[in-house]
């Protein structure tokens, strides 16, 4: 409960939450329980014995706000965890708790339209086959829109630290199930992977019809350059979307372009606060907002940050940007718009 009734009652649509981002230490154990299979405490080499005991370890992953962690070691570690979360993840009914556990989440903020980013990559690695993950995902995705007037899409992300043969493999598997995704992204550890490394598998799927977008610049100094290729470049003329791309907000020229192109741009603080100072975060945000840019707040990684899903993010932006609730409102239609949503959901939405 955010404690903002405007907030919380406003229809929402949310376009930056990954699936494996809500893997808390408590779906953790449940699965870990479930399944007969111990989960490693990787400063031991140990079991974890108890709920308690993984729980104090998780949140030792978490960010301090205000801290300024901008180093490799907390960006490996970060992942590393993230991806070890990965592990717990056996059945088909697994996969479709954890997609009920997002909808759930979702109806009870008014989440009206999700689009839910996946990274296939990560559980394959883990011997997860495509039929459990998506068969898991797609009966959660029915019920949601059936039972809990959730809709929902799934965009599907490549791990930019793997090959682009493996992004492309993965791609291809894919299609048996493309009625359940709207578009592919790029996420994971950005150090020297610029988007342009995949760039057959982003013409591949604009030619197939997907939509496109790629996480860039989260919350860090990466080079602006690959904010540009994903503006321009990706797929001959650029994606439809940028997730993060914060320090856009610092070049006139570069905000210009995505605000000309009409690019959304996926907004989720808390994942910056690990980062950056406060201050810096909500400046840049209100900036990219100011200079119009259609920017959407989502939630990233709620159980890796503090516990913070859509409406927590809206609302810290709200605090520090000093959004009116007139400019809430404002987040909430550009989220409509620059949603892959049909059409006619989206006229209905807005
Ligand atoms: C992510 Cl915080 C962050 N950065 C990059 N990729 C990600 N995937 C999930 N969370
Ligand atoms: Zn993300």
Avoid at 32 to 54: K, W
Avoid at 168 to 188: P, T
Avoid at 203 to 225: I, M, Q, W
Avoid at 314 to 336: D, M, P, S
């Amino acid at each position: 409960a955010t404690k903002d009734p405007y907030l919380e009652a406003i229809p929402k649509v949310e376009l930056h939450v990954h699936i494996e981002g809500i893997i808390s230490a408590d779906l953790k154990w449940k699965f870990s329980q479930r399944n007969g299979q111990a989960i490693i405490n990787p400063r031991t080499g140990q079991p974890f014995s108890s709920l308690d005991e993984l729980r104090d370890s998780h949140d030792t992953l978490k960010p301090r706000t205000g801290n300024r962690m901008n180093n490799n070691e907390e960006t490996l570690s970060f992942f590393e965890a993230y991806y070890g979360g990965f592990e717990v993840l056996k059945t088909q009914q697994d996969y479709y708790d954890l997609a009920m556990d997002y909808y759930e989440h979702a109806a009870a903020m008014n989440v009206r339209y999700a689009e839910i980013f996946f990274d296939p990559q990560g559980h394959t690695r883990c011997g997860t086959s495509w039929e459990t993950m998506m068969e898991g995902f797609r009966d959660a995705q029915r019920k949601a829109e059936q039972d809990l007037n959730v809709k929902s899409a799934w965009i599907m992300c490549f791990i930019r630290d793997e090959s682009p043969d493996s992004a492309m493999e993965h791609y291809n598997a894919a299609l048996k199930y493309r009625d359940m995704i709207v578009g592919v992204g790029l996420d994971s550890n950005e150090a020297d992977r610029p988007p342009s490394l995949f760039n057959e598998v982003f013409v591949r799927a604009r030619n197939d019809g997907f939509h496109l977008t790629s996480h860039c610049d989260v919350g860090k100094t990466y080079p602006l350059e690959h904010i540009h290729q994903v503006a321009s470049s990706i797929a001959g003329t650029g994606a439809d979307r940028i997730d993060h791309g914060l320090n856009a907000a610092g070049d006139a020229d570069l905000m210009k372009l995505i605000k000309d192109k009409d690019l959304g741009m996926t907004t989720c603080p808390w994942s910056y606060i690990r980062h950056q100072p406060l201050d810096e975060v909500f400046e840049r945000i209100r900036t990219l907002f100011d200079a119009g840019i259609k920017i959407a707040i989502g939630s990233d990684d709620p159980a890796f940050m503090e516990d913070t899903w859509v409406s927590e993010n809206l609302l810290v932006a709200k605090r520090y940007c000093g959004f009116t609730n007139q400019e809430i409102q404002k987040l909430a239609e550009n989220a409509i718009k620059v949603s892959w949503a049909a059409e006619d959901v989206k006229r209905q939405m807005l």
